[in-house]
């Protein structure tokens, strides 16, 4: 390290919150497998996009990895099977979402092996990009992030748009959250892999992997490990939340912002997660499918928190159980990190594609409870902490005065993308975060 | 049986912050401010505090009460109002007319407007622009600081009955025997006698003036320290000062025998404890960041202006009064740049 990084500030972008990490409950944590819950319940739709249409009966058997459902379009990917069994059903599952959604139910072979026996071995230096964004659709990758995105479309940019830049996200700004930590210290030959399949499917002439400056440990193996000559770096950003938001990241990595209303593909950025790529890296080489995914389960309701390789179609319940949950403490179950995650009306819900947290946070946590909500006392904090330089504050009294074309029209409410920053660091304990997703849903059904 | 789960929208996270706790900080940091009124002025001083602030939380507490608002005095923001006020008025100020300037603040500065965070003005300042004009003489009758004597007796004019003139005060400081005393605080030695009191003796408020405001140092260390706890916004006072310096400097570089200095501007009158916990009322400041320093340049430079040329020997208060009402406007001009916006401003 040079004397003068000493003096160096951490690449960032403006504003943002530093709320507590708690990372350290599962931050050393290595991931762990499992045994199988008895019965997996893999929603068809747990991406973006057209939902996946079944392959299988009722009563058919199927082994695990074998292609359960096959894409509908472009913008959708395929489900394959995350256990050896036998389905049972093909019915409606509870989500977090809210309403119920079609679902494979598998019921799991008893002893049912953890190994995976669908197999195709390919040669990935003979492939052309068509066919590794190809490969990729039939993977039956997404965002693994959180945005659930289909990888493959992110791979082919609009017609005369060109990447330049792959990013590659590891920041992991969500309290709790270690499941990417982890990744980048444990699969970061998949990693690479996966960096090297997106440079040559998106033509992109460099990668580089932002990390946040609280896993430095994750930072320095990644240089250690990345190959000579390979235009891939890795490069700490500063802990901040949300750094891990695309838009943030970009703009801390390549001082460039997305333009209002486009895409990261309009200044040559494609951005993917570092588990993204680390599964792709795994996956591809064997023509393999997606069904299981590393997951952080945390949280002060937990006897033994930790980061799992969990099959995709695990209810809450079975995971938590394993996990010693202390039902008689537990307030809300959270699905994601606390900041954007969504709290789970039931235990029934599985863990899909998307699912990167399950954090069980206590009933009586303080930081839960139920505070006074007094009136907006212009302390600026909000338009300090919103990351795309909103006005949260005026955005809050158009929201209460029931304004809410106003507010999209003048005050930019689409630019909004639900971070929190603002109800966090609110002294008024406002809902602003909540104000501003009725009013853009109000504002999409008055466009309808 | 476990209890259910519970649901709730995101974020599930909240900072540990709330109003009550804020303004219960501001009114700590007011209070070595009150002590060393009470340790110069003396007992009248006290009571001053006690009726302002006992009159505005009644007036609160009446006006929230019958506009069904609830209790809204444990939010603790009409305690500052109320010290604030005490802290402004000249310290021999009559209890009856200190009681008239709490509850108009209160209910024609705060109440009206619908109460905590919908006023547009400060409260106490008008309260006190109330008794300005209605009692310009108490308003300006000025009395020594560290009178002998002045824990056990109070200055005469503070037990004034209610709706009577002032009781003068001018034997009992004949009385006093003080060698120096000449009635007039600095700014007006400097206003109309063009003679400058020591800053030392300015700065560190061993002079005469209202209750509250002639300490600069301990003004500053108090707002400094909730500046620190980030419970006030430091570009407030600092535009404040710089744009009160930056107007007074040239003035006094033409004619020194005639303007104040730059620093003697600063650390007189009502300016510290203005620029600190007037000017900075989140309500009633503006919430976005060039906002705040177009706002406090305004307020300096317009009490400098009062000062040498109005008719007036302070100008803060007007000049807070008048940048409050601007607030909106100076919003609407400077609402921030958007992440991603084209054309227009920094960034990409």
């Known amino acids: 390290m040079s004397l003068f990084s000493l003096f160096q500030r951490p690449r960032t972008f403006e504003h943002g919150i530093y709320p507590v990490e708690h990372k350290e409950l599962t ?53 394959h099977a995350p256990a050896t069994g036998v389905i049972r059903a093909i019915a409606l599952t509870p989500t977090a979402d809210g309403p119920k959604t079609q679902a494979i139910f598998l019921k799991v072979y008893e002893a049912a092996s953890q190994e995976v026996l669908y197999d195709l071995e390919r040669d990935l230096d003979a492939m052309t990009p068509e066919e590794i964004v190809a490969a990729v659709q039939d993977a039956g990758l997404v965002g693994l992030g959180g945005g659930a995105f289909p990888s493959h479309v992110k791979m082919k940019p609009p017609a005369g748009k060109l990447i330049e830049t792959v990013i590659v996200n590891g920041c992991e700004c ?31 002439k460099r990668a580089i992997i ?33 750094q891990g938001a695309e838009k943030m990241l970009i703009k801390s990595l390549l001082r460039k912002e997305v333009p209002v209303g486009g895409l990261p593909a309009d200044i040559g950025v494609a951005v993917y997660n570092v588990g993204t790529l680390a599964q792709m890296g795994d996956l591809l080489p064997k023509g393999r499918g ?16 930790g980061n799992f390789m969990v099959p995709i179609g695990t209810p809450l319940r079975f995971l938590l159980a394993q996990v010693g949950l202390a039902a008689d403490r537990v307030g809300e179950v959270i699905l994601g990190g ?24 206590e009933r009586e946590d303080p930081d839960l409870e139920r505070r006074k909500v007094y009136p907006c006392i212009k302390c600026a904090e909000c338009l300090k902490a919103c990351p795309v330089s909103l006005n949260p504050s005026m955005l809050g009294e158009l929201a209460i005065a029931r304004q809410y074309a106003r507010m999209a ?24 975060t909540q104000y501003f997703r009725i009013a853009k849903s109000i504002n999409r059904d008055q466009r309808k | 049986m476990p209890k259910p789960i519970e649901i709730r929208t995101s974020p599930h996270l909240k900072r540990a912050i709330s109003v009550d706790r804020i303004m219960r900080n501001v009114v700590f940091a007011l209070l070595p401010i009150c002590a060393f009124s009470v340790f110069q002025f003396g007992l009248s001083a006290l009571l001053l505090l006690l009726t302002t602030t006992g009159v505005a939380i009644a007036t609160e507490w009446f006006f929230a009460r019958t506009s069904g608002r609830g209790n809204t ?175 007074t400097l040239p003035f006094w570089l033409m004619d020194a025998s005639l303007y104040p200095s730059p620093w003697f501007v600063l650390f007189s009158g009502g300016l510290m404890l203005g620029a600190w916990f007037m000017a900075s009322d989140m309500v009633a400041s503006p919430v976005t960041t060039s906002g705040v320093i177009v706002y406090g340049l305004f307020i300096g430079s317009l009490t400098v202006v009062i000062r040498l040329f109005g008719g007036l020997v302070e100008g803060i208060m007007y000049a807070i009064l008048l940048a409050n009402a601007l607030g909106p406007l100076i919003m609407s001009w400077t609402q921030p740049r958007v992440y991603g916006a084209v054309g227009k401003g920094r960034g990409e």
């Open chain 1, 27 to 79: 931050a050393d944590k290595p991931i762990r497998r499992l045994p199988f819950a008895p019965e997996l319940a893999i929603p068809l739709a747990q991406h973006k996009g057209a939902p996946a249409v079944p392959l299988v009966k009722v009563g058919q058997e199927v082994v695990r990895g074998e292609p359960i459902a096959r894409a509908e379009g472009f913008v959708s990917v395929p489900m």
């Open chain 1, 174 to 204: 969500e309290p709790y959250l270690t499941c990417d930590h982890r990744i980048m210290l444990e699969q970061s030959d998949a990693l690479i892999r996966g960096i090297k399949l997106a440079l040559k499917a998106t033509g992109a």
């Open chain 1, 210 to 242: 932002g990390v946040e400056d609280n896993k430095l440990d994750a930072v320095a193996h990644l240089r250690a490990v990345i190959p000579k000559g390979l235009p891939i770096t890795a490069e700490a950003v500063e802990t901040k939340y949300p």
């Open chain 1, 290 to 305: 997606l069904i299981e995914r590393v997951v952080t389960v945390s949280g002060p309701a937990l006897a033994n928190p």
């Open chain 1, 338 to 361: 606390p900041m954007m995650g969504m709290a789970v009306a039931s235990l029934d819900v599985p863990v899909t594609k998307a699912v990167s947290g399950v954090v069980a946070l």
């Open chain 1, 409 to 432: 029209e003048e005050f930019n409410l689409n630019q909004c993308f639900e971070c929190g920053c603002c109800a966090y660091v609110c002294p008024s304990n406002i809902p602003l």
């Open chain 2, 73 to 247: 005095v444990s939010d603790w923001s009409v305690v500052i109002t109320g010290i604030l006020l005490a802290l402004t008025l000249p310290p021999g100020f009559p209890l009856w007319m200190a009681a008239v300037a709490a509850f108009i603040g209160v209910a024609l500065g705060k109440a009206l407007f619908g109460g905590l965070g919908y006023n547009v003005m400060n409260p106490a300042l008008v309260g006190r622009a109330f008794v300005q004009a209605a009692f310009p003489v108490a308003i300006t009758t000025w009395t020594p600081a560290f009178a002998p004597g002045r824990f056990t007796e109070v200055i005469p004019s503070t037990f004034t009955l209610p709706f009577m003139q002032p009781i003068p005060v001018k034997d009992w400081i004949a009385g006093l025997q003080l060698d120096a005393w000449t009635g007039a605080t600095p700014l007006a030695l400097q206003k109309f006698q063009h003679i400058e009191l020591p800053v030392t003796d300015v700065f560190t408020g061993m002079i005469a003036g209202s209750a509250g405001e002639t300490s600069a140092a301990l003004i500053l260390i108090c707002g400094l320290w909730l500046a620190s706890k980030r419970m006030l916004d430091w570009r407030i006072p600092a535009a404040v000062m710089a744009g009160a310096a930056l107007t």
